[in-house]
C-alpha cells in the first residue's frame, strides 16, 4: 500500500488536507517542530487525533552522538505511537542504526544526498530511507538518478527497506518520483496542496454551474 505522508506538525492543515486525501501519517524533524513551537507531547496527541489510530509518525532524534541518538531512539520508539524513528545518516548515524537494528525499532535514514549513503543505511538495517530531492537537485546532482539508484540496489541485495523521499518543491519533482514507483513520499503542505489543484478546474466546474442553473435554476441533479 503506497504511503503518503505529510511533511508538517501543523495540525489544522493536516486537517484540511486529510479531508481531501489519504494521508497515511506525519514526518517531522527539529526544523518542522521549532517552526511550530510545539513539542511532541503537544503535536503528537492532537495529530493522532486528527489522523487516527493507525496514523504513522516519523520522528527525529536530535542527539549528536551516537550513544544519545540510541538512547532517544529507544525513548520515542516507546511513545504509545506507530511510531518511526528518524536518524541522519551521517557516521554517528550510521552507528545508531546498526546498534538499532537489533533492538526492534523501526528507522528511517534522513538526510540522504547519495545512493552510496542510502545504500549503507540500507545495509545498516534502516526500514525507510529519505532521500532530499529538491536539495539534491539544488546541489547540481540528480534527484531522480539517486532514487532509482537506490531502488536498483536495494532489489540486487534484496533488502527490505522503502523509499521514503522527502524535501519536493514542485510536483514535477513528485512525479518525477512517483514515475520511479516508490513506496511513499512526503509532501510539504502546499505542495501536497498543489497535487490537487490546476488553475482550469474551477473555470471548468464554474461553466457546469451556470449552464445548469440556466436550464434548471434551483434544482438539483436528481431533482431534474
Ligand atoms: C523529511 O524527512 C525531511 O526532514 C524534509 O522533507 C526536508 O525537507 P526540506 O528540504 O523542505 O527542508
Request: hydrophobic share 45%; net charge negative; glycine share 6%.
Amino acid at each position: 500500500m503506497f504511503e503518503l505522508y505529510l511533511d508538517t506538525a501543523n495540525v489544522q492543515e493536516i486537517a484540511r488536507l486529510d479531508a481531501a486525501m489519504p494521508v497515511f501519517g506525519v514526518t517531522t524533524n527539529p526544523s518542522i517542530l521549532a517552526k511550530e513551537g510545539k513539542g511532541l507531547a503537544e503535536v503528537l496527541p492532537a495529530i493522532k487525533d486528527v489522523l487516527g489510530e493507525q496514523a504513522r509518525f516519523h520522528v527525529q532524534t536530535v542527539s549528536t552522538t551516537t550513544e544519545g541518538m540510541v538512547e532517544e531512539a529507544i525513548q520515542i520508539s516507546q511513545l504509545p505511537y506507530d511510531i518511526v524513528v528518524k536518524i541522519p545518516t551521517t557516521e554517528i548515524g550510521l552507528a545508531a542504526m546498526k546498534q538499532l537494528k537489533s533492538k526492534n525499532i523501526s528507522i528511517l535514514a534522513t538526510a540522504i544526498y547519495s545512493a552510496q549513503q542510502g545504500f549503507i543505511a540500507a545495509l545498516c538495517g534502516a526500514d525507510y530511507l529519505a532521500p532530499y530531492v529538491n536539495r539534491i537537485d539544488v546541489l547540481g546532482a540528480n534527484s531522480v538518478n539517486v532514487v532509482s539508484d537506490l531502488q536498483l540496489l536495494i532489489k540486487q541485495q534484496n533488502l527490505s527497506c522503502k523509499l521514503l523521499p522527502a524535501s519536493f518543491k514542485n510536483t514535477r519533482q513528485v512525479m518525477d518520483i512517483l514515475r520511479l514507483g516508490v513506496d511513499s513520499i512526503t509532501l510539504s503542505t502546499d505542495i501536497a496542496a498543489q497535487m490537487m489543484a490546476h488553475p482550469s478546474v474551477q473555470p471548468a466546474v464554474d461553466v457546469f454551474t451556470n449552464d445548469w442553473q440556466g436550464a434548471f435554476a434551483g434544482k438539483l441533479a436528481y431533482q431534474s
